[in-house]
């Protein structure tokens, strides 16, 4: 499916740049696109290391495990396949929770932790496992408090009231979330039942 | 108020973090420093492992929206989103939403300098930024990140998900700004 989608996302680009007779801007998108890609993960090398380093001091404390214990019967729930105990379970939550709080750039160092976890108990490894998938659905699909970066935007450009956006944020998120996660759901219960 | 509230949350929270965490492993006992130098150590291996997938996503997404596909893929959908009451300008940021995060903020800020931030379009655009993650971004880098290239029927979720996302804050806009 990827495979596809990613070929024709490029050749589909390149076919209608050279029907409107622009074929230059390929080449252009294309490198600066390879450019900004390095300076995406280059900005997140820092951010990585700094808390993947504070998980871990969090991670030798104990308070991983504590916060992992007390949305356990939640956890358990959503991912049936991780045991209960597993560290995997702690970095989604810490995840789910940066995400929720709008601290984008500490969610997803630990949402690489988590999915490093997860990879662990796959017994595939090239490819998603349902922990993953679902985990996934979760993540792309969360939740944000107080969309700050758009509020910003609104706030510049003198809106009366630029926090108005927030209720139908949320609600807005919570519907794709159940989406989400339902279809998650039945999409794993189908694979369970072929197996079977 | 709940605002407010929200607003110092984020403002006070990774400071919080940076203070609580280090302290409570200094009362475990833990060796602080070393123990973060050893996961920042991981986070510099996470990091630039993900740089070839991301590249591969980017470079295609970037093509497919420079050269106009994009918008040949937003006027082909246009009849479907003129029957639920989207307006036409905001086709091509609801395509944008699950390709590019950096895409949908920019569009969606032109949208707010044309039309301003309390005009309908101005406030559907808004939600639509704040609904969601850029889908695609978000598989790329964590299916990267442990090396996986199957993805199974996770693209899917994630696009209905998105789907479900901009028809609720098209409806939501309907009803609460009207």
Known sequence: MLNLIWL?????????????GNIEVVTEAALKAAHDAVEVCMNLVGIMALWLGIMKIAESGG???????????????????VP?????????????????????????PFGMKAMQGLQELNPHPGVASDAMCTFLALNTSCITLLPATIIGVRASFNSVNPTEIVGPCILATAASMTVGVTLDYLFRRRNRQRRE | MLVNALNSISQWAIPLLLLIIPIYGF??????????????????????????????????????????AMQVLADLIKPVTDLIGAPAEIVPLAVMRPLSGSG?????????????????IGRLASVMQGTTDTTFFVLTVYFGSVGITRYRYSVLIGLSADIT?????????????G
């Open chain 2, 104 to 120: 949908v903020l920019g569009m969606a800020t032109e949208l707010m300098r044309v039309y301003g931030p309390d005009s309908f």
């Open chain 1, 63 to 81: 308070l991983i495990k504590a916060l992992a214990r007390l949305l356990r019967p939640l956890m358990i729930r959503l991912f049936p396949s």
């Open chain 1, 8 to 20: 024709v996302l490029l050749t589909s680009g390149i076919i209608v740049a050279a029907w409107h």
């Open chain 2, 165 to 177: 996302g901009f028809l609720a804050a098209l409806f939501l806009c309907h009803h609460v700004f």
């Open chain 2, 27 to 68: 009362i475990k006992k833990v060796p602080v420093y070393e123990k973060f130098v050893e996961g920042a150590e991981e986070g510099f291996h996470t990091a630039v492992r993900i740089i070839p997938f991301l590249v591969g996503m980017m470079v295609a997404i970037s093509v497919f929206r420079a050269s106009g």
């Open chain 1, 84 to 108: 209960p105990h597993h560290p995997a379970m702690g970095a989604i939550i810490l995840n789910l929770s940066a995400n929720v709080l709008g601290l984008g750039n500490a969610a997803t």
